[in-house]
């Protein structure tokens, strides 16, 4: 019997687990050779004692382990056990607690710690890959070099755990600046220059290498009188590394901080490389956009130069030309006396001359007043079959010059109105027809019809969301080549056949007409068959009285809802972090199929990109009096990237219904946002302002379902 025994405890002690057995009194009966080592204690020390007696009690949460296993002689895991008694502490051990034959217990263990370690570095190492991932997106969707350098002195701060932080830049005197430092206790350092190859910043760049302080300011390698900002701040630890161009010249130097004694690590220094390169993009990216946004304003301010000219100087040769066509009428009323009939035929041709060229002459005055801002358009409701049958009527001489006749096919219910201005609708429509005249040859056809949609056409860029009146001028003309097709509304532009140049023509009517319907909230588009004909239709916003009530809250002026530009940067600046909010609470769905197995690119499919072009559009909003065509631009980014985004819940087979409860959680998140936010930074009045975000998250929504439908067939 002693010789089994014997075996067993030579079993025991073979084993790589440490193990105890412990009988029903509390009291220690074996430790095997690995329990001994791991918990620095001799099996004479142990062997005999008990529990709570000779040898401490564990633990009050091990303990009832221990008791629950011994009464109910179940076995029990303990997993990621800490000990805490001497020369064990910070140790971390898994356990298995079984009921023993003898009706005690066996406890075997095995120190994990090693494996906790490593799987503590890779969730840390994990964190801070999306951190890093996170600080980028949200530098990168910067772009004014101000907010950059702040963001970018946060995050560090944040992301080291550093008392301070800041950014320094390289003067082309060589001397740097600190333009920013957060979590100073002074300003007085913001701004200060020091000289070249001197300080934290300036050892940084002559080196270009990262820097690391340790044991300020009793370290003699790094006297405090070269680092006063340091010694003002009580810093005892900092570090630093390089901020580059994209060809790898330094630039300035990211800095941090730590006022108490802290050793850096390698891992802080890979930290802070990275944030370096990810802020050296964001900063260039941000002087580009700034390069870029002074690029525009010098083409604006060039073209708004020639606009006027062109305004200036078209206005001074329409009047000696209104001036010749008068003479020529008096001339012909024989004021001054009887006229020949060569006479007059001569003056029959001067006249239709004046008026061609009074004609082109008018083209490029519109022109000129809509490319300079100087061209207003009316606001009204107006019944599309009356302007239709004008143009017509305009147009019919030309038609029966050349034996055409122009045909209305509309469809559209009499009463169906479009809100614009009624002479500039005739003007597009009469330029159309027109055309269709001048490109038709005898023995074709012409028609013109209207009709109500809430569909608009791929392609037509319109502001708002419908419904629509289209106005289709058709004809069986020449045609245009598909090349020359796109080209055709840019000014100066005429499709290069031989029939468009026997007409003559300036190129500029399609152009004009374009964009005054684009001063509508409309477009023009344009289809085409060489040989076969060509179609020009005109989109205009249908009227309702749902409309007509909600233009009552738009801003006509600027600045007219106090705050509203306020925010709209409060939901620019938050777009990521509204983005995750929003993720959060979709994961927490359960009505939408397969949210809890999408990953976060999936789920936040282009709502950052979108929320910050709704923040801008805000801007654009209150600061450029509500005007159609300063929203042009954003209502198409909002449309295309809300469009993509229905398309995309439609592959991941979303339906309609759970479109319309993101768009409502979106709404929940951003009204929290800015309730919470805004009274603190501006006196807006809340309730006209999220009115506001809400037509235009409203209008997103419409877009969104339109591309859902749309993707889904």
């Given amino acids: 019997m002693q010789m089994l025994a014997d075996q067993a405890a030579a079993l025991l002690d073979a084993l790589p687990d440490g193990v105890l057995l412990i009988d029903p009194e509390w009291r220690v009966v074996f430790v095997n050779r690995i329990a001994e080592q791991a918990l620095h204690l001799q099996r004479a020390e142990l062997i005999g004692k008990r529990l709570g007696q000779e040898l401490p009690e564990p633990p009050p949460e091990r303990m009832a382990v221990y008791r629950e296993v011994m009464a109910s002689r179940e076995p029990r895991p303990m997993k990621g056990v800490r000990m805490e008694e001497p020369g064990l502490r910070d140790r971390t051990f898994d356990a298995e607690v079984h009921p023993s034959p003898t009706g005690g217990i066996a406890i075997v263990f095995r120190d994990v710690t090693d494996r906790a370690v490593a799987e503590q570095r890779m969730r840390l190492r994990a964190e801070e890959s999306e951190a890093l991932r996170e600080i980028g997106r949200d530098l990168l969707s910067r772009v004014e070099p101000g907010r950059v350098l702040d963001r970018v002195a946060r995050h560090t701060r944040d992301l080291l755990g550093a ?37 934290t910043a300036g050892r940084v760049v002559a080196s270009n290498a990262p820097l690391v302080i340790q044991g300020f300011p009793e370290n003699p390698d790094f006297p405090p009188d070269e680092f006063p900002a340091h010694r003002s701040e009580g810093m005892r630890s900092a570090l630093a590394s390089p901020l580059h161009t994209a060809d790898g010249e330094p630039i300035g130097a990211l800095i941090a901080g730590w006022r108490t004694p802290y050793a850096v690590s390698d891992h802080d220094v890979e930290i802070a490389r990275a944030l370096a390169r990810t802020a050296s993009l964001a900063l260039a990216n941000a002087r580009l956009f700034a390069d870029a946004d002074s690029a525009r304003r010098e083409a604006e301010a060039a073209n708004l130069a020639k606009s006027q000219f062109l305004a200036n100087m078209s206005h001074e040769i329409r009047t000696p030309i209104n001036a010749i066509v008068g003479y020529t009428d008096l001339l012909e009323l024989g004021i001054a006396g009887p006229l020949t009939d060569g006479q007059r035929g001569q003056l029959e041709r001067v006249k239709a001359s004046s008026q061609h060229l009074l004609g082109l002459v008018n083209e490029v005055l519109d022109l000129a007043k809509v490319e300079s801002g100087r061209m207003h358009v009316a606001s009204e409701r107006v019944a599309m079959r009356g302007s239709v049958a004008e143009a017509v009527t305009l147009v019919a001489p030309q038609a029966d010059q050349r034996a055409l006749s122009i045909e209305d096919t509309s469809d559209c219910d009499p009463e169906a109105a479009y809100l614009g201005d009624p002479e500039r609708v005739r003007q597009i429509l009469v330029n159309l027809l027109s055309n269709a005249v001048k490109f038709t040859e005898p023995g074709g056809s012409i028609s013109i019809c209207c009709s109500t949609t809430d569909r608009p056409a791929d392609g037509a860029q319109l502001s708002g969301s419908g419904p629509w009146l289209n106005t289709v001028v058709e004809d069986t003309g020449v045609g245009i080549a598909p090349e020359q097709l796109a080209r055709v509304f840019e000014p100066f532009v005429q499709a290069d056949s031989g029939m468009t140049r026997e007409v003559g023509g300036t190129g500029l009517g399609l152009t004009i007409s374009r964009r005054l319907a684009g001063l509508m909230g409309g477009d023009l588009t344009a289809r085409s068959t060489p040989g076969e004909g060509s179609a020009f239709t005109l989109w205009l916003p249908a009227t309702h009285p749902s409309r007509e009530d909600a233009l009552d809250s738009w801003p006509s002026k600027p600045h007219e809802i106090p705050g509203l530009t306020e925010v709209g940067h409060l939901i620019a600046d938050n777009a990521n972090a509204l983005t995750k909010a929003l993720g959060d609470r979709l994961r927490n769905e359960p009505e939408i199929p397969g949210v809890q197995q999408l990953d976060r690119a999936q789920l936040e499919d282009h709502t950052s990109t979108f929320l910050l072009d709704i923040g801008l559009a805000l801007v654009t909003l209150d600061e ?86 749309r993707e889904g067939g």
Wanted: no cysteine; net charge negative.
């Fill in 163 to 199: 008392g301070y932080a800041a950014v320094a830049l390289v003067e082309p005197s060589g001397e740097t600046r600190w333009p920013v430092i957060v979590g100073n206790h002074s300003d007085q350092w913001q701004g200060t220059a020091f000289p070249p190859g001197q300080g």
């Fill in 624 to 709: 450029g009096s509500g005007e159609l065509a300063l929203m042009r631009d954003g209502t198409e980014i909002q449309r295309k990237i809300t469009e993509l985004h229905g398309a995309q819940r439609a592959r991941l087979g979303w339906d309609a219904s759970h479109l319309h409860r993101e768009f409502g959680l979106l709404r929940e998140e951003t009204d929290k946002l800015v309730l919470r936010e805004a009274p603190a930074k501006t006196e807006a009045k809340l309730d006209a302002a999220l009115g506001i975000v809400h037509r235009l998250l409203d209008q997103a929504e419409r877009f969104s379902v339109r591309g859902l439908l």
